[in-house]
T-cell receptor
């Protein structure tokens, strides 16, 4: 059964820093992996979806990478801004299964 | 804009009093999901519909039921809410996924926060 973990649980950085969020999964036979953003008290917004055949995906200041063999994905945020403050969740997709979500990393970017 | 809508955004109910949460979508997606999310935890899938086919997760309590009268609407019924059912309830949709292949992007609504007194 797929299990997804995210470390750290919370992260606080000053504005302008580049940062990396980590996601680990136990079953490397994933088809895709998705990163979401969740603002307090709100639903999830999809940021990036990486297919298993891809190594990375980029959208603006965000770059997500996938290493299936090591069971890891990272979300890189360049030049962080206070508006980036939110919880970031990753979700792993395996054949015939619903996405399995991690608990998220709560990011605070301080002005 | 095409979207997933959830009503109400906040719901207060009394212990044991039935409550219904609603979700509607304009994306015309085949699949609709209900998740329960407690503070600082991952969303937990309760069930999903592929068209009218209902798929219940094995560990979803019988206290939770769902209805999907048409493509656009899906309801979550909690028959006898307990204090432990206080949570954020998230509705999501996706394009065709029969459970026999790989799932693509899910689109989430804003959620309904349920408080049980």
């Amino acid at each position: 059964k797929q299990e997804v973990t995210q470390i750290p649980a919370a992260l606080s950085v000053p504005e302008g820093e580049n940062l990396v969020l980590n996601c680990s999964f136990t079953d490397s036979a994933i088809y895709n992996l998705q990163w979401f953003r969740q603002d307090p008290g709100k639903g999830l917004t999809s940021l990036l979806l990486i297919q298993s055949s891809q190594r990375e995906q980029t959208s603006g200041r965000l770059n997500a990478s996938l290493d299936k063999s090591s069971g890891r994905s990272t979300l890189y945020i360049a030049a962080s801004q206070p508006g980036d403050s939110a919880t970031y969740l990753c979700a792993a997709g395996n054949y015939g299964q619903n996405f399995v979500f991690g608990p998220g990393t709560r990011l605070s970017v301080l002005p | 804009d095409a979207m997933v809508i959830q009503n109400p955004r906040y719901q207060v109910t009394q212990f044991g009093k039935p409550v219904t949460l609603s979700c509607s979508q304009t994306l015309n997606h085949n699949v609709m999901y209900w998740y329960q999310q407690k503070s600082s935890q991952a969303p937990k899938l309760l069930f999903h519909y592929y068209d009218k086919d209902f798929n219940n997760e094995a560990d979803t309590p019988d206290n939770f039921q769902s209805r999907r009268p048409n493509t656009s609407f899906c309801f979550l019924d909690i028959r006898s809410p307990g204090l432990g059912d206080a949570a954020m309830y998230l509705c999501a949709t996706s394009t065709s996924w029969s459970g026999a292949s790989f799932q693509e992007t899910q689109y989430f609504g804003p959620g309904t926060r349920l408080l049980v007194l």
